[in-house]
């Protein structure tokens, strides 16, 4: 089972640590890209119903004091 480990162990080390291939913050980059394309469309989304919600309100003064939470 070792002789399976430490091959692993030392492609990973290549990989991730302070000798590695690959710094740390490439890494971080790599999670933040791909994070912040999983999250950037529903952001994009809730910027678009804020608007529209403040055009409708705008459109009918009767409505200002509802609450932004319903």
Excluded: K
Excluded at 39 to 66: D, I, K, M, N
């Amino acid at each position: 089972m070792e002789a399976y480990i430490d091959p692993v162990y030392a492609w990973v080390s290549a990989l991730i640590g302070p000798n590695a291939v690959i710094p740390g913050w490439a890494w971080l980059a790599v999670l933040v890209m791909i994070f912040w394309g999983l999250l950037a469309p529903g952001l994009a989304a809730a910027r678009a119903r804020e608007a529209e919600r403040a055009r409708l309100l705008s459109r009918t003064p009767s409505l200002q004091h509802v609450s932004r939470h319903v």
